[in-house]
């Protein structure tokens, strides 16, 4: 199996990406859409969320409610990611121990966290306030 995604550019440095009977653009200097590394982010993030519905009933929490992440990527002085970290805010109210259990198990489920470099792996913490 594999992942098929075409991306056109006419002019300029905004792209068009289609990805089966979707469209969205991204513009490499963010002026008239989300730029390459917002993209990424909001991937990155996009992907964690059903990692960590499905993370928490493995772990024993059934239900998470809302979630909210919000994702910082800090960048370095060539302006390339340097770090990542994620404040995830839960609807759920969850002690210390079933979050670290459940983020555990969501870094091993969520499929961008494991195409990053290891370096570039969010750091997160978890709040029950969403």
């Known amino acids: 199996m594999s ?3 075409t991306t056109v550019s006419e002019e300029g440095y ?4 289609e ?9 490499a200097n963010g ?3 989300p730029d390459t590394l917002e993209s990424l ?6 992907c964690y969320v059903p990692a960590l519905r499905v993370a928490s009933k493995q772990r024993g929490v059934e239900d998470l409610g809302a ?8 960048l370095n002085d060539d302006d390339k990611l340097e770090s990542i970290t994620f404040d995830i805010h839960l609807e759920a109210d969850v002690d210390d121990e079933q979050s670290d259990e459940i983020l555990e198990r969501a870094n091993e489920l969520c499929k961008v966290h494991d195409a990053l470099k290891s370096e570039l792996y969010a750091e997160m913490t978890v709040e029950g306030t969403a």
């Open 41 to 46: 982010l909001a991937a990155y993030a996009s």
């Open 67 to 74: 979630i909210e992440i919000d994702v910082t990527g800090d």
């Open 19 to 27: 990805i089966r009977n979707f469209e969205t653009t991204i513009d």
């Open 3 to 5: 992942k098929q995604v």
């Open 14 to 17: 905004s792209a068009t990406n």
């Open 31 to 33: 002026e008239d859409a």
